[in-house]
T-cell receptor, first 116, second 112 residues
Framework: DAGVIQSPRHEVTEMGQEVTLRCKPISGHNSLFWYRQTMMRGLELLIYFNNNVPIDDSGMPEDRFSAKMPNASFSTLKIQPSEPRDSAVYFC??????????????FGAGTRLSVL | SQQGEEDPQALSIQEGENATMNCSYKTSINNLQWYRQNSGRGLVHLILIRSNEREKHSGRLRVTLDTSKKSSSLLITASRAADTASYFCATAPPSGYSTLTFGKGTMLLVSP
């Protein structure tokens, strides 16, 4: 398996523009996570999907952020409009949830977002 | 809020030495996991220890868990330059869904 695939790897945009980050989880995994990593705040969970359904979006900063998972093999994280403080590395991770807590997560390589 | 807090924040050692990193957490857990992150890469799972386990080994890695003190340690023996990375502990809640809470990490530098 190719692992979790994220695109793009790098994104540079101007304030106010819409940004869409994409993720393809590992085939067969039923849980998907979006994280944001910054030096100041570390790794923060933004949203968690289980079987394509959003379970916990309490980490989504504000209404400018939205995430979708239309099927088991694809998810997007959208920021509209983007702001300089959104600059960070965004990671997608997936896992196989067998009904117990705390399964191993497999991370993509991340998208480094710079909002000018 | 951060559940796991690693200590030290940064560690610099020579090749061949052992590296020890600690993690403290605040609430009950199902398991505790350690991940490694190389510069510019995603996190990679290293080892998982369940709440009813006290010690676990994997190659040059040794993890201990003390649930009474709510702490864990990761020992890397005979370190190599390739071990240079950031190391994170992550805690899983006792029940419920699969979310993990990550600490801010320990940055390890192994010099040749």
């Amino acid at each position: 398996d190719a692992g979790v695939i994220q695109s793009p790897r790098h994104e540079v945009t101007e304030m106010g523009q819409e940004v869409t980050l994409r993720c393809k989880p590992i085939s067969g995994h039923n849980s998907l996570f979006w994280y944001r990593q910054t030096m100041m705040r570390g790794l923060e969970l933004l949203i968690y999907f289980n079987n394509n359904v959003p379970i916990d979006d309490s980490g989504m900063p504000e209404d400018r952020f939205s995430a979708k998972m239309p099927n088991a093999s694809f998810s997007t994280l959208k920021i509209q409009p983007s702001e300089p403080r959104d600059s960070a590395v965004y990671f997608c991770a997936s896992s196989l949830d067998r009904g117990q807590a705390g399964h191993i997560q497999y991370f993509g390589a991340g998208t480094r977002l710079s909002v000018l | 809020s951060q559940q796991g807090e690693e200590d030290p924040q940064a560690l610099s050692i020579q090749e061949g030495e052992n590296a020890t990193m600690n993690c403290s957490y605040k609430t009950s857990i199902n398991n505790l996991q350690w991940y490694r992150q190389n510069s510019g890469r995603g996190l990679v799972h290293l080892i998982l220890i369940r709440s009813n386990e006290r010690e676990k080994h994997s190659g040059r890695l040794r993890v201990t868990l003390d649930t009474s003190k709510k702490s864990s340690s990761l020992l890397i023996t005979a370190s190599r330059a390739a071990d240079t990375a950031s190391y994170f502990c992550a805690t899983a809640p006792p029940s419920g869904y699969s979310t993990l809470t990550f600490g801010k990490g320990t940055m390890l530098l192994v010099s040749p």
